[in-house]
């Protein structure tokens, strides 16, 4: 099927899909690594290289996911390729005759652009970052926390570009397009149940520790 053949609805809903699901990770970083320095000490504490990898995979996936979504296509203007981004979406409004709508997501879109510094910021960050063995060392810190309001920003901005033209076209946005079962909240809790059963068992025995 050539790129021109793909319907303006099917881009649409493809990009809801794709953006829900930088949301759930969004939100799983947020609840992991943003809630506190408790928590990230708490995590860090119960599996060290477990989650200083899983803090920089996440971080990095949701980098390069905003980047990709809305800087991409505006950075490559005459770029021949067909890539599934927010200006696909101008340019298949446009192609259906929805000229006022293209214009306005346009303009939405080189906003969302000019706020991209804080995002290029952390993936340049991310790509310096290379050696694992430094990273894994005990006295190592995450990577970069995401700054975030700043993302939270985006993400907004990227969701009503997509209910914007979605509502248009009567296909409305739903947060529940991606079900999680379980999210960082509740893994959080499940480690602390566990401490708390060890340390029981601990108790039991007369020990602190093994």
Known sequence: MGSQAVSLEEVLSRLFYDFTWL???YKIYRQLFLESQERIDF???QAYGVFIITEASLLNDIVVSIIRMVETAGAHKHDKRQVLCLDQLVKR???NGYTDLARKTQEDIDKLGEKLGPVWAIRNKLV???NLLTALQRDAKPIAQI???DIEVILDGIEKVL???GDELGQHYSPEYVQLQGDGDSLVRLLEECQEQRRKWLDS???TDL
Do not use: C, F, W, Y
């Open 23 to 25: 949301r759930a990770k």
């Open 43 to 45: 995590l860090l504490e």
């Open 93 to 95: 409004l446009e192609l």
């Open 128 to 130: 310096a970052h290379k």
């Open 147 to 149: 700054p975030q309001r």
């Open 163 to 165: 209910t914007t033209v």
């Open 205 to 207: 025995l007369g020990q």
